[in-house]
């Protein structure tokens, strides 16, 4: 899923088969962009996020079977990695970013906040539509980073330029805990990555240390803020992702817009409305909000724990209602999120702000010509 986040949407390109003897197919061009102006338009029009590279228009003459047959290298149970244990394809670490596209006339600071990034810290769909989106933003013209936690899983090697830029203290849980900030590139993108000296993001895996990573995310999400301050980095957009970094428009909000950070404007996608980032009031505490303050139906209250003893906070409830502009993966989701889900209400109650935005691809990466996972690769001229 490619979301976007800006003010002027742009439509789909069509896409149309026509009879087996001659095909012409259309890939969309990925916009990559349309939600991040929308911070700076009152008008919220929803259609379809289009396709990164440029339209794509392969015709074909003549019988199906005209193409050379032997094109095709079949897969063979000898060879050397049968094509059943290949892996899923991921983005390139060195891949670069288009420059040919068109470029926008309003260009614009991203910073993307996330758990996942690909190929160097993915577990699910969040870790491609953040590169992809990424590059698309970057190919476009716009100034993009994401900050990403250091996992110590993380294959250092496939950084390029990895480099200690800054350290400073954080806080959580009443202290302030020594961080390092590591600048890098990775597909092209530029990367800051947030180390604390303590033993949130230890272990093999991306998910599943031994830490609370319901913690470790509440001290990201201030974390990367606070780099912000303390750096004056004054970004047009910050685009955070899902329930791991739900408390970060809290905490911009409610505190750092008053300390120094008044540019940004705060985007929300929602990848999986099952996860819900449900949190204690206490823990919210530790990031040095007040978790009392959030516990009300028009704030951060898990409606699931409505009644019960004791009563719980979303993360992403309170990322809806505190973003300036909310994102899923299609109109069609939208739609059904509004009618079914906890979370229905309160998208309701911020319908005016809700947006849904087709998923694109990038063909640099979704290419059946160079595809390793498809046992035969094929292309516009042998179909």
């Known amino acids: 899923m490619e979301c976007a986040t800006a003010g002027r949407f742009f439509g789909p390109s069509s896409s149309r088969l026509s009879n087996p003897r001659r095909r012409r197919i259309v890939l969309n061009r990925n916009n990559g962009l349309s939600a991040h102006n929308l911070c700076s338009s009152s008008k919220f029009k929803i259609q379809a996020q289009t396709h990164l590279s440029s339209e794509v228009g392969i015709a074909k003459q003549g019988s199906l079977t005209d193409f050379g047959v032997q094109e095709f290298v079949w897969p063979s149970p000898t060879d050397e990695i049968p094509f059943?244990?290949?892996?899923?394809?991921?983005?390139?670490?060195?891949?670069?970013?288009?420059?040919?596209?068109?470029?926008?006339?309003?260009?614009?600071?991203?910073?993307?906040?996330?758990?996942?990034?690909?190929?160097?810290?993915?577990?699910?769909?969040?870790?491609?539509?953040?590169?992809?989106?990424a590059r698309a933003c970057l190919s476009r013209g716009h100034r993009v980073d994401i900050m990403l936690p250091f996992y110590e899983c993380i294959q250092r090697e496939q950084i390029d330029d990895l480099t200690l830029i800054k350290t400073y203290s954080s806080y959580h849980d009443g202290k302030w805990i020594p961080t390092h900030a590591y600048s890098g590139t990775v597909s092209g993108i530029p990367v800051i990555f947030i180390e604390p000296s303590h033993q949130f993001f230890k272990g093999q895996?991306?998910?599943?240390?031994?830490?609370?990573?319901?913690?470790?995310?509440?001290?990201f999400s201030r974390a990367c803020l606070e780099w912000m301050q303390v750096t004056g980095t004054q970004p047009d957009i910050i685009h955070v992702h899902e329930w791991q970094t739900g408390a970060l428009p809290l905490?911009?909000?409610?505190?750092?817009?008053?300390?120094?950070?008044?540019?940004?404007?705060?985007?929300?996608?929602?990848?999986?409305?099952?996860h819900y980032g449900e949190c204690r009031q206490e823990q919210l505490n530790m990031c040095g909000l007040d978790g009392s303050l959030y516990a009300t139906f028009d704030k951060a209250v898990d409606d699931r724990t409505v009644g019960h003893n004791p009563e719980r906070l979303s993360l992403l409830k309170g990322?809806?209602?505190?973003?300036?502009?909310?994102?899923?993966?299609?109109?069609?989701?939208?739609?059904?999120?509004?009618?079914?889900?906890?979370?229905?209400?309160?998208?309701?109650?911020?319908?005016?702000?809700?947006?849904?935005?087709?998923?694109?691809?990038?063909?640099?990466?979704?290419?059946?010509?160079?595809?390793?996972f498809l046992p035969s690769k094929f292309h516009g001229k042998n179909l």
Not at 205 to 219: D, I, K
């Open 84 to 133: 059943w244990k290949k892996g899923f394809p991921s983005w390139d670490a060195n891949l670069e970013v288009p420059s040919e596209v068109k470029k926008d006339s309003k260009l614009m600071h991203i910073i993307h906040v996330t758990a996942e990034m690909a190929p160097i810290a993915k577990v699910g769909g969040l870790g491609d539509v953040v590169t992809g989106l």
């Open 205 to 219: 895996h991306v998910y599943g240390g031994s830490y609370n990573e319901l913690e470790a995310y509440l001290f």
């Open 251 to 274: 905490l911009y909000w409610d505190m750092y817009h008053y300390l120094s950070l008044q540019k940004p404007r705060i985007v929300l996608t929602i990848h999986n409305m099952e």
């Open 319 to 372: 990322g809806i209602v505190y973003s300036n502009a909310v994102v899923t993966v299609s109109p069609t989701y939208l739609k059904e999120t509004l009618c079914s889900g906890w979370l229905s209400s309160t998208l309701i109650r911020h319908r005016d702000k809700y947006l849904g935005i087709v998923n694109g691809i990038d063909t640099a990466m979704w290419n059946p010509s160079t595809d390793v």
